[in-house]
C-alpha cells in the first residue's frame, strides 16, 4: 500500500490549500482516510476523516467549518480542502487509511503517507 500526499506550502492566515492523498496497491474503495496532522514539538492528531463511500465524514473541532474532507474512489484519491488558515494550522499533514469504520485514533490506521508541509504565516 502507497499513500502520496501533496498540495502543502506556505500561505498567508486567512488563505487556502488543498491537500491531495492518492492510494495505490489496495482497494481503497473500502478504506477509510483520515488526515492527521502534527505541529513540531506536539504529538501527531487527528483532523479528519471520511467512510468509505464518503458519506460520513468527521471533524476536530478546530477545523470544523474550514476543512472539508472529500474522496474520489474513481481516481482513489482523497482531499482536504483548508479555508480560513491560521497560523496554529501549521504543521506536517498526513494521510492515513484503515479498513472497516472512520476512527480518531493514530494507532488505528494501518497505512501512512510521507506527510506534507503546511505553513501558514500571520
Known amino acids: 500500500v502507497q499513500l502520496q500526499a501533496s498540495g502543502g506550502g506556505l500561505v498567508q492566515a486567512g488563505g487556502s490549500l488543498r491537500l491531495s492523498c492518492a492510494a495505490s496497491?489496495?482497494?481503497?474503495?473500502?478504506?477509510?482516510m483520515g488526515w492527521f496532522r502534527q505541529a513540531p514539538g506536539k504529538e501527531r492528531e487527528f483532523v479528519a476523516a471520511?467512510?468509505?463511500?464518503?458519506?460520513?465524514?468527521y471533524y476536530t473541532d478546530s477545523v470544523k467549518g474550514r476543512f472539508t474532507i472529500s474522496r474520489d474512489n474513481a481516481k482513489n484519491t482523497v482531499y482536504l480542502q483548508m479555508n480560513s488558515l491560521k497560523p496554529e494550522d501549521t504543521a506536517v499533514y498526513y494521510c492515513?487509511?484503515?479498513?472497516?469504520?472512520?476512527?480518531?485514533?493514530?494507532?488505528?490506521?494501518?497505512?501512512w503517507g510521507q506527510g506534507t508541509q503546511v505553513t501558514v504565516s500571520s
Open positions: 492515513a487509511a484503515r479498513r472497516y469504520t472512520p476512527s480518531y485514533s493514530v494507532p488505528e490506521y494501518e497505512y
Open positions: 496497491g489496495r482497494a481503497f474503495s473500502t478504506d477509510t
Open positions: 471520511i467512510s468509505w463511500s464518503g458519506g460520513r465524514t
